[in-house]
């Protein structure tokens, strides 16, 4: 932040009464701010804000996970408290051996595929479309075919030779 925009900045929190109280800063350095609700120089009700200044101050070198999980949920008002550092520690500790359980869970099913424990898959073969009547048959009947309340029509070919239309 340069010097003028810390300086315009500055003086528009006196104007506006705006009082930023330091909450917490994460393991990245990140700062986390609260302000609280106050009345604008027009009389005008300002809802509580929380924010944070990020290390790195250039947009684009935001990515997902720059800001833990737990800050990003009380930034979005997900949870009222703002998140320690124990608790941050805690849950990281927790997805670290999430991860590693789920890596022991792969590596044996690739161990239990590599010695062909299990079954192989069985090999079907239909031939013809599913919205054809004789899915799954062998192949379709001359003849029409009725059980109750279905009925199937039979294959039906031209007469060679024979025109509708003379």
Do not use: C
């Not at 200044?53 to 999980?69: H, T």
């Not at 520690?89 to 927790?94: D, G, R, V």
């Not at 309340?149 to 007469?159: L, N, R, V």
């Amino acid at each position: 932040m340069g010097w003028s925009q810390h300086l315009f900045s500055s003086l528009w929190r006196v104007l506006t009464k705006e009082v930023k109280q330091h909450v917490g800063t994460d393991q990245f350095g990140n700062k986390y701010y609260y302000i609280p609700e106050y009345k604008n120089w027009r009389g005008q009700t300002v809802r509580e804000r929380r924010i944070v200044e990020v290390v790195q101050k250039e947009e684009v070198d935001y990515e997902i996970g720059d800001i833990p999980a737990e800050w990003e949920a009380w930034i979005r008002r997900m949870r009222k408290i703002p998140p320690t550092m124990e608790e941050i520690l805690k849950n990281e500790k927790y997805r670290e051996e999430t991860k590693i359980k789920g890596k022991d869970i792969y590596e044996k099913e690739k161990l239990l595929s590599k010695d062909e424990l299990l079954a192989p898959p069985v090999q079907t073969q239909i031939k013809g479309h599913a919205s054809a009547p004789y899915f799954g048959k062998e192949e379709p009947s001359e003849d029409p075919t009725s059980t109750g309340k279905t009925f199937q029509p039979g294959s039906w070919m031209p007469q060679e030779g024979k025109s509708q239309n003379k």
